[in-house]
């Protein structure tokens, strides 16, 4: 079955920067778009970025310029490398596989349509 398994969380001060990884396994990894979600505390999951089969990026507004998505197609992994952050950026990640498409379309920021789920790892930014 589809599994996937974030890393990298932690606290970090307000200016500094953190890499996530996901390690991904059950499905055709190569051939699926890949989605970062977050939440915040007493908010709604917010789509983060997202990179299709080929490595090809999108990214939310809100952290365009400073967030960097990357996926390795020969490794199953995925990572979000995050750079000048701040409190805002505070949550627990989610890494999101979507097998049954190649490439980010228009709704990718909707946590609804998406079935497979990490488990979450939690960044705090300290400021």
């Known amino acids: 079955q589809v599994q996937l398994l974030e890393s990298g969380g932690g606290s970090v001060q307000a200016g500094g920067s953190l890499r996530l990884s996901c390690a991904a396994s059950g499905f055709r990894y190569d051939r699926s778009a890949m989605v970062w979600f977050r939440r915040a505390p007493g908010k709604e999951r917010e789509g983060v970025a997202c990179?299709?089969?080929?490595?090809?990026?999108e990214y939310a507004r809100s952290v365009s310029g400073r967030f960097t998505v990357s996926r390795d197609n020969d490794e199953n992994t995925l990572s979000l490398q995050m750079d000048s952050l701040n409190a805002e950026d505070s949550g627990t990640y989610y890494c999101?596989?979507?097998?049954?498409?190649?490439?980010?379309?228009?709704?990718?920021?909707?946590?609804?349509?998406?079935?497979?789920w990490g488990q979450g790892t939690p960044v705090t930014v300290d400021s």
């Open positions: 990179i299709d089969k080929d490595g090809t990026p």
């Open positions: 999101v596989a979507d097998p049954s498409n190649y490439y980010c379309y228009s709704w990718w920021p909707n946590e609804k349509r998406f079935a497979y």
